[in-house]
């Protein structure tokens, strides 16, 4: 997405990781109108891809968290739904949702930040920043249909103070069991990967 509002940079890219890179072999324009959209995610329910999206939603209380049926052979899609997220905790973060994904079972992950661009604090790319992660409902099937259903009150994973998480990776394995994987664009000091630290159970 890009908030300039030309649908020429409205695209959506699939890429093949080939390696140690990751290479783009398709584009497509996005089915809807959109803003500025930060937080995409795929997910397999049975036989099905379910393409799920939400606008990182700038300063405002809520965003809508939507989702369709689509071909990722053509990168078509099916009608879409949507669900209203409220911002989760709006006194400390003001971007509600700037990234997603999620895990086999279909419990869906995001982030929450705060941004210091966008509240106008003076040379924001020194930050402050700080994001959670929480997980905020799931992806399921009813009558037939893919459906979002939301939590009443969004589960907190992790808070991390300091940092601007703006990507979210769910891994899982039978060694490991569930990863989540985050990563920070921290403007001036840089971007990097971090495996996160679940509570325990």
């Not at 300063?59 to 968290?65: C, F, G, H, I, Q």
């Not at 895990?103 to 509240?119: H, K, Q, R």
């Not at 459906?147 to 998480?165: N, S």
Request: hydrophobic share 40%.
């Amino acid at each position: 997405g890009d908030d300039l509002g030309d649908p020429r940079f409205q695209r959506i890219f699939k890429a093949r990781v080939e390696g140690d890179r990751a290479r783009i072999i398709a584009a497509t324009s996005w089915p809807v109108p959109i803003h500025n959209v930060e937080a995409t995610a795929v997910a397999a329910l049975k036989d099905r891809f379910v393409f799920l999206f939400a606008e990182r939603a700038q300063n405002l209380a809520s965003t809508d968290l939507c989702w369709a049926v689509f071909d990722p052979e053509t990168l078509s899609f099916d009608t879409f739904s949507s669900a209203a997220f409220h911002n989760p905790d709006p006194t400390r973060f003001n971007r509600p949702l700037v990234a997603m994904d999620l895990d086999s079972s279909g419990l869906i992950y995001i982030s929450s930040t705060f941004d210091a661009e966008a509240a106008g604090l003076p040379d924001p790319d020194n930050g402050p920043f700080a994001s959670a992660v929480f997980c905020i409902g799931e992806l399921t099937e009813v009558e037939g249909q893919p459906k979002v259903i939301l939590f009443e009150t969004p589960e907190l994973t992790r808070t991390l103070d300091g940092f601007k998480v703006e990507s979210i990776a769910i891994r899982e394995d039978d060694k490991y069991g569930l990863q989540i994987f985050v990563g920070f664009d921290d403007e001036n000091y840089g971007a990097t990967i971090r495996l996160l630290q679940l509570p325990e159970n």
